[in-house]
């Protein structure tokens, strides 16, 4: 299966570029290159394989993260509607994993990054920081029940809104039939495996986009329909108000330092890691 986007050619035009870009730089790590008539991407390739797992450029793509929560956490605007709020909140809270997935050379994934951390704090003896990581995202109490219930009611919103969406919005593949088997069987079988805490990022996620949809193009009578499953998942999550989110949005600012130093630690422990 190939996963299509688009870059703009000033964004791979220098080594350095790519190496301090904590999104860009782990594609080039494993990549295999179909079409390069320029040899362009070849060279930039071994330049990234060369240099990926040295120090330097390891703690540029941490910082890169890090700069990424504190840009989410700026967008957070009392005035949008509140699942616009709620979503920046959620991922300045996620991109915290991703500065330790960075530090530990992991993929920063994006469904399944809480149980991704969580593997890597183990493998490094800090796993008693993830606790903390599940409770800034608001789900560290959360039980399995009521980690299937809230799937089951993105399950239903979900499939409508595959077949109400009409305006476009950034992401918004990821409201499709095509998106389902990941969204919605992907969190499945994270909440069969144990991982239900961690499944509820992703499933927060989809809700926010889905309450986007319902909004915009469906009828008063169906976002009437919904309503109330949002408001029990913000309930859960912490975050029922703009008030709250912006509690919520201050505490990521105030555990990010305590990340990076955990993110520090990571490396300096990390043995793949060069001078």
């Not at 050379?105 to 183990?122: D, K």
Request: charged share 25%; glycine share 4%; net charge neutral.
């Amino acid at each position: 299966m190939l996963e299509v986007s688009y870059l703009a050619k000033d964004q791979l035009q220098l080594a350095d570029q790519v190496l301090s870009d904590y999104h860009l730089a782990p594609s080039f790590r494993t990549t295999n290159i179909l079409l390069d008539p320029s040899s362009h991407l070849k060279a930039l390739l071994a330049i990234v394989r060369r240099d990926y797992a040295k120090r330097q450029w390891v703690c540029q793509r941490c910082n890169h993260a890090r700069n990424k929560v504190l840009q989410y956490l700026g967008s957070v605007r009392e005035e949008a509607p509140l699942h616009d709020q709620v979503m920046a909140w959620l991922f300045a809270a996620g991109i915290t994993t991703h500065i330790l997935l960075v530090a530990g050379l992991r993929n920063p994934t994006v469904r399944t990054r809480y149980m991704a951390v969580r593997e890597l704090l183990a493998d490094y003896g800090h796993l008693d920081f993830h606790g903390s990581l599940l409770e800034l995202l608001g789900v560290a109490g959360m039980s399995r029940d009521r980690a299937g219930r809230h799937l089951a009611t993105l399950t239903d919103i979900f499939d409508r809104a595959t077949h109400t969406i009409k305006t476009p919005f950034p992401f918004a593949t990821d409201v499709s039939e095509e998106a389902r088997p990941m969204t919605i069987d992907g969190s499945l079988e994270m909440i069969e495996r144990g991982y239900y805490r961690e499944a509820m990022f992703w499933i927060a996620v989809s809700h926010c986009r889905c309450q986007k949809v319902i909004l915009r193009d469906a009828s008063l009578e169906m976002t009437q329909t919904f309503r109330d499953n949002y408001r029990e998942l913000v309930r859960d999550l912490g975050v029922p108000s703009p008030k709250e989110v912006q509690r919520r949005s201050a505490e990521v600012e105030r555990i990010l330092p305590r990340v990076c130093q955990v993110a520090e630690a990571i490396i300096a422990a990390n043995h793949e890691i060069e001078k």
